[in-house]
């Protein structure tokens, strides 16, 4: 196996791994979380190897894990002070937590093998030097099998607990009642947030998880408001992105880290915008529609009301509605072109006149809105 497809099958695991508890980040509106929990994570490394002084201990990523977690206990218990809202309480923990364990670096770690910029940072493409040897015999990039057995546990525990945590999610007065623990299941997918970053941490560095963990989930959000479908799209965005920021990188000879992100952000922009459902495009027709679908039965309704009186000829003159409804003469145009097309109006002697079809839609279209309301 070449070292260029080890990245990529790295790359592609760390996307599918971090995109599965980023779904419920993003739903839970706690995509910042991430952000503090890839950043502090960093105090666990550093005072798990002070203790044990091996960099490949697994006690690492035990530290790193309770990290996370006091990371979330703390934003909580300002929070919950109503004294800050959560982003400046994010603003406040992770900065001071991150910032003790850069101290700690630079002040005791500098005669250690320690190195800041990989702790920082990471390097993707360093990832395949760090091999995985078992009886003498190289079996592959370690990063493979470490965020491999991650992603598994990721992917299990989704599938175990998805009635669980669907129901957390949305609505926690509901989980309360049927006898579930909205607390655990909070800190039980923190917990999952804080190994899967410090799992990628190394080999990709906290940017890089970041944007797998929040982009592919908002991206998929975007496009469906299904659970188990999010779940899918999230992880499948994340693994397109991850192959086309290692070509475009390896192309032009650029961060490969760095080309993931960016093409993680480009693909979100693409369906914030061509969305078929929630795209801006998507959005902007819709108001555009609604607006014109408004002011058509407005007008119907303005005809509608005077069909019949003495003063119709002038109620339901051009000039008369033109006043009456306060729009541009253009827009009135526009209006009345649209309801002419339909066969909902004509005009005789510059006067609007329902037809049957008209009239029949106007009544459907005033029971539909009364009925609506009550």
């Not at 937590?97 to 500098?110: D, G, N, V």
């Not at 997918?189 to 982009?215: D, H, K, P, Q, R």
Request: proline fraction near 2%; hydrophobic fraction near 55%.
């Amino acid at each position: 196996m070449t070292p260029q497809l080890e990245i990529q099958i790295i790359a592609v695991i760390v996307a599918v791994a971090c995109s599965i508890p980023g779904v419920f980040l993003v739903l839970r509106k706690m995509a910042m979380m991430s952000d503090a929990i890839t950043h502090t994570i960093l105090l666990g490394i550093v005072v798990a190897f002070f203790i044990v002084r091996d960099i490949n201990s697994p006690f690492l990523i035990i530290g790193a894990a309770a990290i996370g977690l006091i990371t979330v206990y703390l934003v909580e218990l300002l929070n919950h002070t109503k004294l800050v809202s959560e982003d400046s309480a994010i603003g406040i923990v992770f900065p001071l937590l991150f910032s003790i364990a850069i101290i700690i670096i630079s002040k005791y770690a500098r005669s250690i093998h320690l190195c800041t910029d990989s702790v920082l940072l990471g390097e993707l493409a360093f990832a395949p030097f760090n091999r995985m040897i078992v009886g003498g015999v190289d079996i592959g990039a370690k990063a493979i099998y470490s965020m491999g057995t991650i992603l598994i546990i990721n992917f299990v525990l989704v599938i175990l607990f998805f009635k669980e945590l669907k129901i957390a999610t949305f609505d926690k007065g509901l989980a309360t009642v049927l006898g579930f623990s909205p607390v655990l299941i909070h800190y039980g997918l923190m917990t999952s947030v804080s190994v899967t970053a410090v799992g990628a941490f190394e080999a990709v560095g906290s940017i890089l998880v970041i944007a797998f963990m929040i982009g592919p989930p908002i991206t998929a959000y975007l496009l469906t408001d299904d659970l188990k479908k999010m779940l899918f799209i999230s992880g499948i965005v994340g693994a397109i992105n991850a192959v086309l920021g290692y070509q475009f990188a390896d192309f032009f000879d650029v961060s490969i880290a760095g080309s993931m992100a960016t093409f993680t952000g480009i693909t979100f922009f693409l369906i914030f915008i061509f969305a078929p459902e929630r795209g801006i495009i998507t959005i902007i027709k819709r108001r555009k529609y609604q607006e014109i679908d408004f002011a058509s039965k407005t007008m119907l309704f303005h005809i509608y009301n005077h069909e019949g009186n003495i003063n119709e000829s002038v109620e339901n003159g051009i000039s008369s509605i033109y006043n009456h409804l306060n729009w541009k003469i253009d827009f009135l145009n526009k209006i009345a072109n649209k309801l002419k097309h339909n066969h909902y109006i004509t005009i005789e002697k510059e006067v609007f006149k329902l037809t049957d079809l008209g009239r029949e839609y106007a009544k459907q279209s005033y029971e539909s809105i009364i009925f609506d309301e009550d």
